[in-house]
């Protein structure tokens, strides 16, 4: 069992940056990929970026490609979301995940957090 408590959200105006980090609880982290989702009102939840186990390999959705860093501590337990350049757009509920599988399937992951609101004005 892996419990997942995202920070790091808040308030920003637009072209600004912000970092979610997403800290895990026992001594299975770097055995999960994680990845990040996000959910606006009114919409599907939709994939964000994804890294590897190992961190070695990352993936990001096309609309936050440039923008956004996927990374991760194995020793911290803890997975980041550097935001920079943010836009109107991007303001959603963020959802860290972890799973064995990982990808840009939520299906990959056993394991969410509560989610994080970031809100961004323009």
């Known amino acids: 069992q892996v419990q997942l408590v995202e920070s790091g959200g808040g308030l920003v105006q637009a072209g600004g940056s912000l970092r979610l980090s997403c800290a895990a609880s026992g001594r299975t982290f770097s055995t999960y990929a994680m990845g990040w989702f996000r959910q606006a009102p009114g919409t599907e939840r939709e994939f964000v970026a994804a890294i590897s186990k190992n961190g070695g390999n990352t993936d990001y959705a096309d609309s936050v490609k440039g923008r956004f860093t996927i990374s991760r501590g194995n020793a911290k337990n803890t997975a980041y979301l550097q935001m920079n350049s943010l836009k109107p757009e991007d303001a959603a509920v963020y959802y860290c995940?972890?799973?064995?599988?990982?990808?840009?399937?939520?299906?990959?992951?056993?394991?969410w957090g509560q989610g994080s609101q970031v809100t961004v004005s323009s």
């Open positions: 995940a972890a799973g064995g599988f990982g990808g840009r399937d939520s299906e990959g992951y056993a394991y």
